[in-house]
């Protein structure tokens, strides 16, 4: 079975703009997550989603969203970009809303000039 | 103070050593914890998943947690130089989202 797959793997933007990343959970999982990993540090909370709901939100700015699709992807959106949204983004599936081991995607790898 | 403290390292050991990675974490109501590997350029790989205060071993890896210090680790056993990785402890909030706090994450080394 394929894991979880996020697109794209890289992608370059300058301050102000706005992005979209993908990502579509391991098959059977209804449960997505979105996580920014900063250089040196660990991940970081953004969302979760489940059954197409927001089930969790941690501390970032309204510049950033996200949507779950019937079929279980996601898309996370981030508007009038800043330097400091430069990072890998990762997409996290499971199972259930909570109480499962999260599985994560490789990352889109973002950076803003 | 950080939900969940980890020395980031560099950590450097010989090919075979055991290797042990530690975490702090301050929150109580903390109830599930687990280890990932990361390798460059990767996602988190889920290694170790656990809920419990003990032990739990798979192959040359074992978790261990005590709860009553708010204290989890990782051994590493007959280390490998494909071991070399940054390895991050993660623990779960179930309220709220299923969301996990990590901490900074360990880079290990494993040299021949």
Avoid at chain 2, 47 to 75: C, H, P, W
Avoid at chain 2, 81 to 102: Q, R, V
Wanted: net charge neutral.
């Amino acid at each position: 079975d394929a894991g979880v797959t996020q697109s794209p793997t890289h992608l370059i933007k300058t301050r102000g703009q706005q992005v979209t990343l993908r990502c579509s959970p391991i098959s059977g999982h209804k449960s997505v997550s979105w996580y920014q990993q900063v250089l040196g540090q660990g991940p970081q909370f953004i969302f979760q989603y489940y059954e197409k709901e927001e089930r969790g939100r941690g501390n970032f700015p309204d510049r950033f969203s996200a949507r779950q699709f019937p079929n279980y992807s996601s898309e996370l959106n981030v508007n009038a970009l800043l330097l400091g949204d430069s990072a890998l983004y990762l997409c996290a599936s499971s199972w259930r809303q909570a109480d499962q081991p999260q599985h994560f995607g490789d990352g889109t790898r973002l950076s803003i000039l | 103070q950080k939900e969940v403290e980890q020395d980031p390292g560099p950590l450097s050991v010989p090919e075979g050593a055991i290797v042990s990675l530690n975490c702090t974490y301050s929150n109580s109501a903390f109830q599930y914890f687990m280890w990932y590997r990361q390798y460059s350029r990767k996602g988190p790989e889920l290694l170790m998943y656990t809920y419990s205060s003990g032990n739990k071993e798979d192959g040359r890896f074992t978790a261990q947690v005590d709860k009553s210090s708010k204290y989890i680790s990782l051994f590493i056993r007959d280390s490998q130089p494909s071991d070399s990785a940054t390895y991050l402890c993660a623990i779960l909030h179930t309220g709220g989202g299923n969301k996990l706090t990590f901490g900074t994450g360990t880079q290990l080394k494993v040299e021949l």
